[in-house]
């Protein structure tokens, strides 16, 4: 069966602009993540749903970062006025089960980078 | 700080020869532990997981990992490394307190042919 993708895979922005990734879980998954994976890191917690809801979002870096799902399956993260740092490839995972204790399908990420 | 080190940024195996790759955890609890790889342009799959009982865990493609508390380790093994076996390895540890995930910075595994 089809997997989790996210879109686009490559984005170029300038400094200042808005964006949005999309990410298309596995039908039927409850859970669904986001992570930020700089460049020769691992990736690193952004936020987390069960469903609709946004359940943690500690790992958002600032106020310019904004996620939704808002009918519990396709999600989108929004990145404000994006600056350099933002730069980044971005992970969607998702879940069959809540929470973080059982495994998670990672899409192949969006790589960000701003100019 | 809670945190999960893989000391090596890349190991070097000759196909056919046994494999390790290392991974320690400083991390509250009782952690649950993963394995995930990661082939190039393809996203992150799960190897496998460490809950509680018997210290090693077989998982897919020949691997396993051998749970070590005392040591707070984890490390991946494989007894006999394929040249396909090349990828970046991620160990991960989820803390049950607060449902947090933490990822290790990665280890590149090349297999020599």
């Known amino acids: 069966g089809a997997g989790v993708s996210q879109s686009p895979r490559y984005k170029v922005a300038k400094r200042g602009q808005d964006v949005a990734l999309r990410c298309d879980p596995i039908?039927?998954?409850?859970?669904l993540f986001w992570y930020q994976q700089a460049l020769g890191q691992g990736p690193e917690f952004l936020t987390y749903f069960q469903n609709e809801a946004q359940l943690d979002k500690s790992g958002l870096p600032s106020d310019r970062f904004f996620a939704e799902r808002p009918e519990g399956s396709v999600s989108t993260l929004k990145i404000q006025r994006t600056q350099q740092e933002d730069s980044a490839v971005y992970l969607c995972?998702?879940?069959?089960?809540?929470?973080?204790?059982?495994?998670?399908?990672f899409g192949p990420g969006t790589r960000l980078t701003v100019t | 700080a809670q945190s999960v080190a893989q000391p090596e940024d890349q190991v070097n195996v000759a196909e056919g020869n046994p494999l390790t790759v290392k991974c320690t955890y400083s991390v509250s609890g009782n952690p649950y532990l993963f394995w995930y790889v990661q082939y190039p342009n393809r996203g992150l799959q799960f190897l496998l997981k460490y809950i509680t009982g018997d210290n090693l865990v077989k998982g897919s493609y020949g691997f396993e990992a051998e749970f070590n508390k005392s040591q707070t380790s984890f490390h991946l093994k494989k007894p006999s490394a394929l040249v396909s076996d090349s990828a970046l390895y991620f160990c991960v540890a989820w803390r049950n307190r607060d449902d947090k995930i933490i990822f290790g910075k990665g280890t590149r595994l090349h297999i020599l042919p």
């Open positions: 995972a998702s879940s069959t089960r809540a929470g973080g204790s059982y495994e998670q399908y």
């Open positions: 039908s039927g998954h409850v859970s």
